[in-house]
């Protein structure tokens, strides 16, 4: 049984830095696309970060490139989001999450396509 399991997440001053980690929990196989969602109260998922098992090759959503970074550690099952120079509107609801379907990375916004997530970690930026 796979699961996704976050930490990291809490309450930080404006201009202060957090590392959320995800740990992937269990036995998997084959070439794994992960990343990091965030979710406002009441809007749709937004995809900040994914890299790939396959080659470390990452993407970081524009708004927030140049703050946080993405990185994995194969050994671990590990991947985290160092994220600096945090803003009010980083405020959110952390998600990881993680798609074994495909031979490249890509994981949709839409829940419904992503084989799994994890619980969720709350960081609160004021």
């Known amino acids: 049984h796979v699961q996704l399991v976050e930490s990291g997440g809490g309450s930080v001053e404006t201009g202060g830095s957090l590392r959320l980690s995800c740990l992937v929990s269990?036995?998997?196989?084959?070439?794994?696309?992960m990343g990091w969602f965030r979710q406002y109260p009441e809007k749709e998922l937004e995809r900040i970060a994914t890299?790939?098992?396959?080659?470390?090759?990452?993407d970081v959503r524009a708004s927030v490139k140049g703050r946080f970074t993405i990185s994995q550690d194969k050994a671990k099952s590990t991947i985290d989001l160092q994220m600096n120079s945090l803003k009010a509107e980083d405020t959110a609801m952390y998600y990881c999450?993680?798609?074994?379907?495909?031979?490249?990375?890509?994981?949709?916004?839409?829940?419904?396509?992503?084989?799994?997530w994890g619980q969720g970690t709350q960081v609160t930026v004021s």
């Open positions: 999450a993680a798609d074994w379907s495909g031979g490249y990375c890509y994981l949709s916004q839409d829940y419904r396509y992503v084989q799994l």
């Open positions: 269990g036995v998997t196989r084959g070439r794994r696309c």
């Open positions: 890299i790939f098992s396959e080659d470390s090759a990452s």
